[in-house]
């Protein structure tokens, strides 16, 4: 249940913690100039924004008043990332043939993680997600929902489970929804 020797802070990104996000992700944009733009540009946009690009596109999104998710504060530093919205707000998932919606129900989504290298490890992702869980619920929402990458019982770079890993959503209180491939699944929260 996290570090107890650190106290965690959570904060939406806003114009005024961009500085922090920036550091956070570092020169190359967190994994190879995502800047979490991932599920937000259609593919040839995002591979064409790749790095500078996709850093302006997620800057204009902050600047203009959106929240695309939490930031994860030890003390005064940046140690971690969430992306939270409403799923309509990810137009790439929006079209996704494997992580098609269940249903008609509205959800926000969990899309990304992003932990600085000297907080991994130390329950960092299962807060963010419960830090994401009640940021939503104060925002009315029902449902979230994620896509965690299936483990198959192996440890998998960090790069690769982005979208995080069964174990810490069933800690954090999701439940499996679907299986819709071999490497991804889709988990609900419900709040009440």
């Not at 259609?42 to 064409?48: L, Y």
């Not at 299962?126 to 939503?136: G, P, S």
């Not at 990458?149 to 979208?163: N, R």
Request: charged share 30%.
């Amino acid at each position: 249940m996290g570090d107890r020797m650190i106290k965690w802070n959570f904060h939406p990104l806003t114009p005024g913690r961009w500085d922090d996000f920036e550091k956070l992700f570092g020169p190359r944009g967190a994994y190879a100039g995502c800047w979490c733009m991932w599920w937000r540009l259609a593919r040839k946009d995002f591979e064409r924004n790749q790095g500078e690009g996709n850093r302006k596109a997620m800057k204009a999104l902050v600047d203009s008043g959106k929240i695309p998710g939490i930031l994860a504060y030890a003390g005064k530093e940046p140690a971690g990332w969430c992306s939270i919205a409403r799923r309509e707000d990810f137009p790439v998932l929006e079209r996704s043939r494997v992580l098609k919606r269940l249903d008609d129900k509205p959800v926000w989504s969990i899309v990304c993680f992003f932990i600085g290298k000297m907080h991994r490890g130390r329950g960092l992702g299962e807060e963010l997600i419960r830090a994401a869980v009640r940021y939503a619920g104060k925002r009315g929402a029902k449902i979230v929902e994620a896509y965690p990458a299936a483990d198959k019982g192996k440890t998998l770079p960090p790069f690769s489970v982005f979208m995080g890993v069964p174990k810490i959503f069933e800690r954090a209180g999701f439940k499996e929804c679907a299986r819709p491939s071999a490497s991804k699944l889709i988990y609900r929260y419900w709040i009440v």
